[in-house]
């Protein structure tokens, strides 16, 4: 069968035929048509979302002759080894249409997997996606759906051709709005349904007829649309049917009207140009010197030429001794003004980077201490330091050395082959044979990777998790002599197995990819093609000198292109990171407010109607209303993902509310000057946070000028004095590598750092979580020092603990459900009652006293 010049790259790249038999057929409507077709040999890898498959669809005019035609894997069922693909049945369809129509069970026909890329959710995750289509399309936009978080709005407009396109099945998603939009002459159309909003950090995916993409593209960009944020493929041309003959100069099609809309402006700030922000200062800068690298490569490989030159006149029996010297001395000199200009421009970009890093640094930490604390509470400390430290270095390897490494890169070995090319042609043409080679094997093995390449990422994040957990656990793996038979171990065997199934099969393509890039290589295809010249006439033996000196590393040159292109990305994406960093939203800046005198030791506390989400599309708390009444506790109760830490996190104003408003006394939290409102505030969380130093100044943290009798007394209070006295320096002690507390004794240090604090309002988030009983006893005496007289907001995961609270709030769902007192809520059918009977309390004996 003929395929023209696709089939013979696929062939090339190693993408083999797989036959495809049909089932079944169903006609979900008069003008749509699935087809099951019977693949057992298409799982040897699984099918990502948005797979397809490339069907060679034979020409029903011209026997032999096949075309290409991609569609969206449905339904695979590896079980079975059957999968179906979806047709829509045009008026006037071209050859898929036509096979589409006339196949029946039997039918054979053949496909390749090959390029099908996996589509994936991006991190961070848009605010929205707007998929767009048409019919044909809607295989793929049911993909993409089924893999979106149920949070995130999904809106999908599809142009539909007849009436009965509307019953299309659309995959279902908690928030996905469809709109149908009928199918006119007008290429514009599709473009003009589009809504005019704000569709910043939106994600557009769009796939329909060419000109239709066409101007959805360019709408998409009047509304400010990255580039990057949109993926948008035509794969239909109207006025060109598919599977007419290639030669065939196709009527010329009628323009469809021009839109006459006025051009949107770009609308919004998108996180995905954080990157390109961060580094637009440096744009013009970064040009100069790509351009002034670019002469510098020149310079470097002129010295090279002109010594060809001098050993070809050598050779030749040039008895001149004044012109060789000259060319000598010309190539001295171009060495040297080569090296010279390198040197200045590398210690020129230097300071442009010294500038730049300083500027950048400066304003992570800025922007690290404008930062809500619950931006870091979500995040590991190693995400703030690779913003910092990491990706600041990448940033400097960018500025001073990926551009200027790319642009030798490809201007050198450019500059080798047009100067080899005016030597002799033929055998420059020859030193691409390499290349060649290295880019078809390189290929395929990507393409073999397909479904190995993200099992490689979980596996290491798999062997990462267990590490850690091992060497937390070492004693316990020695103690019972789990070195050999232990999980972890288990895990390296299988790991290294994964590693050596996958790898296996390319030992034999990766030697030979080592050897065709070698520079010993180049010198023997040099050699032995020359000879082979020369001694044909073809060309002279001194014409073989260029292709000796500058040939043998044409092949290295030309894949430092790679390299040096990977290293970019890397550092882009390292910027991208900074940016995405320095646009996370801050905190508003308070005026600065004060609260009034307080009448006794605690204060009051109001959620007046709050609702609160971390992501614009989810709402985590909705609509709550409450109060804390002055000298009282009250205690959160419900299961996990109810809202219960998010609303402790609101009073602490770690974020601030969505909707609503938090008053202490009646003044608005986010009117408060800071120091003010964390002086009023104490928390004792679950995860206890030591920090490097003595133990008087981990107490100590939130009264730094405290004296060691304060520090003293509030250890007493929170049983844990004796404990610090027992230590090698006692306060004095740094806490670390060497000396560390247990999770009961970590806690009651926690205690002693709120009691030297003196907040009038009190957060506790289950203190006693991770005590034993032991410890648990004195974590209860040193609670019972620390809430009395407090106003106190008590997040309980153990409901035993809260019996004797003021009053119990349960929260489901991000809503209260029910309040009131222990007594109370039992007597009634409820949601507490349930969690009271499910939890099956033990002993009341280490409840939080009111």
């Known amino acids: 069968m003929a395929r023209g010049y696709s089939g013979a790259v696929l062939k090339a790249l190693g993408a083999g035929d797989h036959l495809l038999t049909v089932v079944s057929i169903n006609d979900i409507t008069a003008h749509y048509r699935r087809i099951t077709f019977d693949a057992p040999d298409l799982f040897d890898t699984p099918f990502e979302p948005g797979a397809y498959l490339r069907l060679w669809i034979p020409d029903p005019t011209r026997p032999g002759k096949e075309h290409q035609r991609g569609y969206t894997v449905v339904d695979p069922d590896p079980e079975l080894g059957r999968i ?23 039918t054979e026909i053949a496909a390749t997997r090959y390029g099908s890329t996996r589509f994936a959710v991006s991190d961070p995750v848009p605010d929205g996606y707007l998929l767009i289509g048409d019919p044909c399309a809607i295989p793929a936009i049911n993909s993409v759906i089924s893999v979106l978080p149920d949070d995130v709005p999904v809106e999908v407009l599809v142009e539909h051709a007849h009436d009965d396109d509307r019953s299309l099945p659309i995959t279902d998603h908690p928030r996905l709005t469809v709109t149908w939009v009928p199918t006119s002459g007008a290429s514009t159309l599709l473009a003009d349904s589009i809504d005019e909003r704000d569709w910043s950090n939106w994600y557009a995916w769009v796939t329909t007829e060419s000109a239709a993409t066409r101007r959805v593209r360019e709408r998409l960009k009047d509304f400010g649309f990255p580039r990057g944020e949109v993926h948008a493929q035509a794969y239909w041309i109207k006025g060109r049917a598919m599977g007419r003959d290639r030669e065939e100069t196709p009527k010329a099609a009628t323009p469809p009207p021009q839109s006459e809309a006025t051009p949107k402006k770009p609308r919004g700030r998108w996180r995905s140009r954080s990157g390109t922000e961060l580094l637009a200062p440096l744009k ?15 310079l470097q490989l002129a010295p090279y030429v002109v010594l060809a030159e001098l050993a070809r006149r050598v050779l030749a029996g040039e008895s001149s001794g004044s012109a060789l010297i000259e060319l000598g001395l010309t190539a001295v000199v171009l060495f040297g003004a080569a090296t010279g200009l390198a040197f200045a421009l590398i210690a020129a970009m230097h300071v442009v980077d010294a500038r730049f890093g300083h500027r950048v640094r400066v304003s992570i930490v800025d922007k690290l201490s404008r930062l809500p604390l619950g931006w870091f509470t979500e995040r590991a400390s190693g995400r703030v330091k690779q913003a910092v430290q990491d990706d600041s270095a990448s940033l400097h390897y960018l500025v001073t050395h990926a551009v200027l490494d790319v642009v030798a890169a490809v201007v050198t070995p450019v500059a080798v082959l047009v100067y080899l090319f005016t030597v002799d042609a033929g055998l420059a043409a020859l030193l691409l044979v390499p290349l060649v080679v290295f880019g078809i094997l390189t290929a395929r093995m990507v393409q073999d990777s397909t479904a190995a390449i993200p099992q490689s990422v979980e596996w290491t994040g798999r062997v990462s998790a267990e590490a850690v ?98 290293s970019v990305r890397e550092a882009t994406l390292a910027a991208r990171r900074i940016g995405l960093l320095l646009v996370e939203p801050e905190l508003a800046s308070p005026p600065n407010h004060r609260l009034p005198a307080a009448n006794g030791r605690g204060r009051s506390v109001r959620f007046d109607n709050v609702s609160f989400g971390y992501q614009a599309s989810h709402t985590v708390v909705d609509g709550i209303d409450l109060e804390l009444r002055q000298d009282t506790v009250t205690a959160l109760v419900g299961p996990s993902g109810a809202g219960k830490s998010t609303m402790a996190a609101l009073l602490a104003r770690f974020h601030d509310v969505t909707d609503g408003v938090i008053t202490i006394d009646g003044v608005d939290i986010a009117t408060l000057d800071t120091e003010e409102l964390y002086r009023t505030v104490g928390f004792v969380f679950q995860k206890v946070s030591i920090v490097a130093g003595t133990v008087a100044e981990n107490i100590a943290l939130a009264r730094p000028d405290a004296d060691r009798a304060d520090i003293e007394a509030a250890a007493r209070a929170a049983q844990i004095h004796e404990r610090i006295l027992a230590l090698p320096r006692g306060y004095d002690t740094d806490l670390g590598s060497t000396v560390t507390l247990s999770g009961g004794e970590a806690q009651r240090l926690q205690i002693a750092r709120a009691i030297l604090a003196d907040p009038q309002i009190l957060v506790l988030d289950e203190a006693t979580a991770f005590a034993d009983p032991e410890s648990e006893y004195h974590v209860q005496r040193a609670l019972s020092n620390l809430v009395t007289g407090r106003t106190v907001l008590v997040i309980a995961h153990r409901l035993h603990t809260i019996v004797d609270a003021d009053t119990i709030v349960v929260l489901d769902n991000g809503r209260i459900s029910q309040r009131g007192s222990h007594r109370e809520l039992l007597t009634v059918e409820g949601r507490y009652r349930e969690l009271w009977n499910s939890a099956a309390p033990t002993s009341t004996s280490t409840e939080v006293p009111a």
């Open 469 to 566: 957990a091992y060497f937390d656990g070492l004693p316990v793996v020695r103690a019972y002599d789990l070195g050999e038979r232990g999980a972890f171990r288990s895990t390296l065997h299988d790991h290294a197995r994964f590693l050596e199934t996958w790898q296996r099969p390319f030992v034999g393509r990766k030697a030979v990819i080592e050897l065709v890039t070698r520079p010993m290589t180049s010198l023997l295809l040099i050699t032995a093609a020359g000879m082979g010249i020369i001694a044909v006439g073809g060309m002279t033996a001194v014409d073989l000198i260029p292709f000796l000196l500058l040939g043998v590393t044409f092949s290295g040159q030309m894949l430092a292109i790679g390299y040096g292109l990977t």
């Open 84 to 106: 179906s693909l979806e047709f829509a049945m045009h008026d006037a369809g071209g050859p898929a249409m036509v096979w589409a129509a006339n196949a029946e069970p039997g």
């Open 284 to 298: 013009g800068r970064l040009i100069l010197a790509g351009l002034l690298q670019a002469v510098v490569s020149l």
